[in-house]
């Protein structure tokens, strides 16, 4: 069983910056991809991006590159979510997930593992 726990989230003003942060209860990150996912108020969950076990492969939704950027740190079992230029449309719940030996978008995008979330919301 892998715990993941997020951190970082909170209130911030359009055009800002965040970091959210997710780390692993235990050594588990150099076999797993990890992704970010997010659900707004009234909507599913939904994937946003990730990277792969292996830190060669990220992936992010159209909405999102060129203003998130994710990346992970094996030593810390940590993977981060560096979110910029926010807009009022990426308030929600955050979501970091992990998913054995994922490479492909298409693994990313089934995690075996969830976090308990992190709030996310943008004033404008």
């Known amino acids: 069983q892998v715990h993941l726990v997020e951190s970082g989230g909170g209130l911030v003003q359009a055009g800002g910056s965040l970091r959210l942060s997710c780390v692993a209860s235990e050594h588990t990150s150099p076999d797993y991809g990890m992704a970010w996912f997010r659900q707004a108020p009234g909507q599913e969950r939904h994937f946003l991006g990730g990277?792969?076990?292996?830190?060669?492969?990220?992936y992010y939704i159209d909405s999102v590159k060129g203003r998130f950027t994710i990346a992970r740190d094996n030593v810390k079992n940590a993977v981060y979510l560096q979110m910029n230029s926010l807009k009022s449309e990426d308030t929600a719940v955050y979501y970091c997930?992990?998913?054995?030996?994922?490479?492909?978008?298409?693994?990313?995008?089934?995690?075996?593992?969830w976090g308990q979330g992190t709030q996310v919301t943008v004033s404008s």
């Open positions: 997930a992990a998913r054995a030996v994922g490479y492909s978008e298409a693994t990313l995008r089934q995690p075996d593992y």
């Open positions: 990277i792969s076990w292996n830190g060669e492969k990220s």
